[in-house]
């Protein structure tokens, strides 16, 4: 049994952060042939199930780049790797420190997810928030409101592009963190960072969810940096054309661009959906 994993922006969706009617088409076309399909993807359950809604995504998905499992079965997590408190405090300490404000995200329960966030600085952050507790429906909470024992699945920010640099480099050296950042969507002229559990990634999440399901080989299709660990865990990789250069070099083969059905496209011919 094959399994299909897809990152989704910059690779499933469009830059419209949309399934386009084509790649719809072709996600019933797996279904109709029986070839089993999830995501592996930064995003929260919250920023994932509206894109995903009436797709028939039915697997457990990887959310977070692998800090958690979803099962959308009965509506729980699973394998949540969380901060400790230390760790917490270090990551928020650089963002202050360079007057960043940091949202931390909360595993609560088996099925829901909350942030909580310092006083907002700036239209950005307050744009973020807005689509955190809008689309999103996530509890967006003050800081001061975190419980001691709360379990920080991630830490997130954004912000000018030399802060979340100088943030990135003081955890750089931090045994059990890993940081990820990028051109923000809100504003090019600001960078995304977003914090998380070194061992949380989404090549250990594709292994788990090998092991769990019973699959024998893993296809799986990626664009960013918190792909690659996946690439290395799959059998088969394969980037967009628009993905990061030293991406597509480790991707077993460059394919079409996002914005071009690219991933649908070769998912046509790979397991022959048109014939």
Known sequence: ???????????????????????????????????????????????????????????????????????PDDDRFSHVNTLTSAEVAQVMSACYQNEVTPFVFTVEGENDHAVYHAPIRNKAEQFVINVYTGPRGLKAMPIDALSSDARISNISAIGAGEAISAITGSVRNAPHLVAYSGIAVEDDNLCWLDIHHSDASKGAAVDTLKSMLGIDRVVCFGDSDNDLSMFASADESYAPANAKSHVKEQADEVIGHHDEDGIARFLRKRFSLDG
Do not use: C
């Open 1 to 71: 049994m094959e399994l299909v994993v897809f990152d989704l922006d910059g690779t499933l969706l469009d830059s419209k952060s949309t399934i386009s009617q084509y790649t719809e088409e072709t996600l019933a076309l797996l279904r109709r042939r029986g070839i089993a399909y999830t995501v592996a993807t930064g995003r929260t359950l919250h920023a994932s199930r509206t894109v995903l809604e009436g797709h028939a995504f039915e697997l457990p998905h990887a959310f977070k780049n692998g800090v958690v499992i979803w099962h």
